[in-house]
Every structure is written in C-alpha cells, then in structure tokens.
C-alpha cells in the first residue's frame, strides 16, 4: 500500500462490541506513529474490510454488499472469535453463520477481543506495512491469556474442559482405542474456564504464536490418550490416566486394605454401561460397598 | 461422624422381595423430570430370567458414610451432607469430568448430556418416591445401621440372600 493510507470498512455482523471498540483504538493506540490506517464512511471507499461479530439473519444480506461494493484488492479481515467461529453466539435463534460461510476471508484474527496491538500487527502483516521497532508491543505480554496449551503428560482426559467451554472450542474425539482432546484455534474465546477446572491443572492459557491466522482448523494444542478396555465387555470406555487419577486420588484419601483395593481396581475397569447392567457385577459392587460401609462403621 | 450411622436413613433393596415391577423408576422419573422416562431413573432394576440364582438387581445409590464418588470429585461438587446423610451434586460447581461415575462401583452418577453435570439420587429430600411406589416392599428407608446388618447379609454372608 506504500505510503497511500489504508482505508477501512468496518461491518459489526452481530457481537457484543467488544472487537469493534478495540479496532477503533488502533488508530489512537501509538501516540507519533502512524502507520497510515483511516476509516471509510463507506465499502466503496475502502479495501480493508474489517468484520467484527458473527453473522446473523439481518446483516447477511448487508455483508454481502458490503463485500461486494469493496475497492480491489479486497482484504477481507475476520476479528475476535464470533467472526471465526460465532464463538459463545453459536446456536444461537439468529445466527446465520461464521462469516467464511457468507463471504471469502482472508485473515482470520484470534481473541475475545483481540487486542488492538494484535489487530494491528495482524494488518500490518498483510498490507505488507513496516512494523519496526514496534514489535514488542505487538506481542502478548507474559502472564495475558493467551492460546490454551494442554499438557499431554499430566492430561487424563476427563473432558471437563470440554463440558464446561462456553463456545465448544474443546473437541472429545473417540476412537480407535484412544481419546484426542483438541482445542480448535477458531473456537476459543479465552476465557480460561478449561484452565480453572481442570482437575489436573493441565490446560494453561498463555501467550506463544501470533494471534491471526489465514486457514481454520489448526489446533493450539491436543492430547491423546489410550482408552481402558471393559474387563467385561471389552468395549474402549474411559481413559486409562482418568481410571488412574481416581485409584491414587481414592488410595490418598482413603485407607483401604488389600482386599477392597483390589476390588476397586476391578470395579475401575468395568465400564459404565456392565456396571448398571450386569447383576454380577453389580452384586459385586455393593458387597464392595457394603465391606467398606462396615469399615468406616467400625471407625466411627 | 458424631451423629452417628443410625441417625441417617437409607433405602435398602431386598432382590428376594423385588418382583421386577419396575414402579420404582416410573415414580423416580416422575418425580425428578416430571415424565414417565425410566431412561432418567436414579434407580434402575435390573432382570435377567436366565439368572435362576439372582434374578433381580437394583442399581441404587447407597449414599455411603464415605462416599468413593465424593472423595475423587475435583471440585467439590459432590457432597455428603453430615446432617441428613445424603450424598448429592451441586450442579453449579459440577464440572462434569465424570470421575464419580468411573470412581463409584455401581456407577450411579449419570452424566447429564444436556446440563453437562453429574445427577444422582438425591433421596427425594428424605422421602424416596420409590419407596413409596414399590409394590412389593422390597425398597425400604432404613437407619444406616439397620441397613448395613442387611446388606451384610445379603452381599457379604456367603450364600447370602440374592
């Protein structure tokens, strides 16, 4: 773009406003530097499209045009999660979409919201602009949210992070003996949730890699674990690590003796469905039961 | 612990009573979700006809004096109350990571798919539902001691009652 100022579109498909007010502050964000950016009045006006929110049935059909009526060559830029991927809005009554499902997008722009140091690092990026100097700035400072991280050593695989993620950015995927938990980029709103309840404290969110992306479906980060067999049925059930975390949780908290850990430690590998289903086993877990209710009986 | 066992009162299944009626359920799903949906019992009757010596089984929360479920939970979510005895989850603070369901041996807790949590027999507060729908009182609230000088007999005795 040289030294002709870049002009900006600015379109709020449908968020709460956040992203919106942090694109405004990069005009204002360094005092003395400018690198050149100024808001258009109107998409005719501008190449820069800067599409906050995600979309829904009333600014559909206003995207489009806007989008249409864009000066080339068109950059198309997604800000925040809900342009990505509607972020907590998803399955929401109006909600038509993430905006690559109405129009191309070419720079995808990670947060919830970005900051504006991000947003204009991502622009100065694809307009080819000179950051020099200003490079620290851009980045997250140490100890910001950042992209989740999960560490694959201490994970268990529980799923709690992803039974408690507001927008469904932690994916539970089962299959061929093992569970992969997958933290999709695109989704996350960064609100640490996943990080708090973790049981394990394996889910960090810190800052690493460039916030802004140009193609969806990478994962920040992912584990896998191998799934425990059924001692009954054979069917892969839960994680072994998960079983694991509650035998030693149970064995520090609790003072059993050899024979009722035992018991335990078989009850673990039958899985849920053999455990309220087969009179056997479930004979067999309540005479456990009942040998541990007489211990605490005689304690107390 | 003070209170006591006797204090606390607990239901307790008699398999040689249970004619597979299946009342229990109807009115524990009616009671908690407000439909006849044995899907969503707390407690869950087991038959197997081929199964001359046990027949009947009963998968029902034994709201135990130290619960397995209660000690692997990370968050606290799943309590015994010291006062009434009965072991419940906060969905609030549940975080659904389903360790009381790999932890308790019946595995009572179910996961809830679409509040994401833990739920579990709650006792109906102190007056189970399905005590009071079991056609052939093979269901019966009982004092924990009462309870437990049963189920010895039953689970622990060998050749105990099925």
């Known amino acids: ?300 | 612990m003070e209170l006591g066992a006797a204090k606390n009162r607990v239901i307790v299944y008699d398999a040689g009573l249970c004619t597979g009626c299946r009342y229990c359920e109807i009115a524990c799903a009616v009671w908690h979700c407000g439909r006849i949906d044995v899907g969503q019992s707390r407690i869950r009757i087991l038959f197997n006809a081929e199964n001359r010596a046990e027949p009947y089984a009963a998968v029902n929360c034994q709201h135990c004096e130290e619960p397995l479920c209660a000690t692997v939970c990370p968050s606290e979510a799943m309590r015994k109350d010291r006062e009434t005895g009965w072991v419940t989850v906060n969905a609030s603070t549940c975080i659904g990571c389903e360790m009381c369901r790999v932890a308790c041996p019946l595995a009572v807790p179910v996961f809830d798919e679409a509040q994401k949590v833990a739920v579990k027999c709650d006792l109906c507060h102190g007056e189970p539902e399905c005590v009071k729908h079991c056609s052939s009182r093979a269901l019966w609230l009982a004092p924990r001691e009462e309870a437990l000088r049963v189920n010895e007999r039953f689970y622990l005795a060998a050749g105990g009652n099925p």
């Open chain 1, 1 to 300: 773009m040289g030294t002709q100022a870049a002009q900006i579109y600015r379109f709020d498909a449908s968020g709460c406003n956040g992203c919106d007010v942090e694109v405004v502050e990069i005009l204002a964000l360094l005092p003395g530097v400018d690198l050149g950016f100024e808001i258009a009045e109107r998409p005719a006006d501008a190449q820069v499209l800067i599409v906050t929110g995600g979309a829904n049935l009333k600014s559909k059909a206003e995207l489009q045009h806007a989008y249409a009526a864009l000066k080339a060559p068109r950059l198309v830029v997604a800000v925040g999660s809900c342009a990505a991927s509607m972020g907590i809005f998803k399955g929401g009554y109006s909600m038509t979409g993430p905006i690559d499902s109405i129009i191309p997008v070419d720079l995808y722009i990670a947060g919830c919201p970005p900051r504006p140091q991000v947003i204009l690092g991502a622009l100065a990026e694809a307009l080819q602009l000179s950051v020099d100097g200003l490079e620290p700035l851009l980045r997250t400072p140490e100890g910001y949210r950042g992209d989740p991280h999960v560490d694959r050593e201490t994970c268990v695989g529980c799923s709690a992070c992803a039974n408690v993620c507001p927008a469904d950015a932690i994916e539970i995927l089962d299959g061929e003996g093992r569970r992969v938990v997958r933290f999709r980029r695109e989704a996350c709103v960064f609100c640490g949730t996943c990080q708090d309840v973790c049981p394990t404290e394996s889910v960090t969110l810190r800052p690493g890699d460039p916030s802004w992306y140009r193609a969806k479906g990478a994962s920040t980060s992912e584990a896998a674990l191998p799934l425990a067999q059924c001692g009954v049925c054979g069917v892969a059930f839960m994680p072994e690590a998960q079983l694991a975390w509650a035998m030693r949780r149970v064995e520090e908290r609790r003072a059993l003796d050899a024979a009722d850990r035992e018991a335990f430690r078989h009850s673990l590998h039958v899985c849920m469905a053999c455990r309220r289903s087969r009179i056997p086993d479930v004979r067999e877990a309540k005479r456990l039961l009942t040998s541990l209710e007489k211990k605490t009986a005689i304690v107390s």
